[in-house]
Antibody
């Protein structure tokens, strides 16, 4: 059974870069059956799609964040990563990594448990 | 961006009674391949969201048949035929017909 686990710092200083990694277990990130995505949720608020990557390295990002977002994949480690630069308090959120069905991107399953990242000095 | 709206934003339901949530999109979610890319997710308290319904009306694996989805174009509905205590949480609709994927604001369902 495919499982995703997010890891990374829970506290980031304003203006610095948020870095998170999602480790995929129970299957290969290179299988081609999935795209791999990032979703975030500010405390008490709704969901926002950040971006998506395929194992080949093709990426798609939300234009609202695009200039600050970098999504990468490391097939040797079965991981994909998110970097968000120049963070502000508005980037405080629970960050989820997800698997996206390659034939239906809106099919988000599985989800990682998520990690709260707080932007504060 | 496609804007997703949901009504109501909150719903209090007596166990055993039905519930209905409406989701509207600012553009048609029907793609040129004939598929409609509208999904429903439920986020239970303290958990990540999980998939309930895909492409308007298809229940995901393990989802009870009391959940059903319907609609077309820009208007969609999620129905729970008989609400149970375990159905509490926030329900989100989401579109993936066009990037960026966008979610509705969520409908919070609780039990009376």
């Amino acid at each position: 059974q495919l499982q995703l686990q997010v890891s990374g710092p829970g506290l980031v200083i304003p203006s610095e870069t948020l870095s998170l990694t999602c480790t995929v277990s129970g299957g290969s990130i290179s299988s081609g059956s999935f795209y791999w995505g990032w979703i975030r949720q500010p405390p008490g608020k709704g969901l926002e799609w950040i971006g998506t990557i395929y194992y080949s390295g093709t990426t798609y990002s939300n234009p609202s964040l695009k200039s600050r977002v970098t999504i990468s994949v490391d097939t040797s480690k079965n991981q994909f990563s998110l970097r968000l630069s120049s963070v502000t308090a508005a980037d405080t959120a629970v960050y989820y990594c997800v698997g996206q069905n390659s034939s239906a991107w809106g099919w988000l399953d599985p989800w990682g448990q998520g990690t709260l990242v707080t932007v504060s000095s | 961006d496609i804007v997703m709206t949901q009504t109501p934003l909150s719903l209090s339901v007596t166990p055993g009674q039905p519930a209905s949530i409406s989701c509207k999109s600012s553009q048609s979610l029907l793609y040129s391949d004939g598929r409609t890319y509208l999904y429903w997710y439920l986020q239970k308290p303290g958990q990540p969201p999980h998939l309930l319904i895909y492409e308007v009306s298809n229940r995901f694996s393990g989802v009870p048949d009391r959940f059903s989805g319907s609609g077309s174009g820009t208007d969609f509905t999620l129905k729970i035929s008989r609400v149970e205590a375990e159905d509490v949480g926030v329900y989100y609709c989401m579109q993936s017909v066009q990037l960026p994927f966008t979610f509705g604001p969520g409908t919070k369902v609780d039990i009376k």
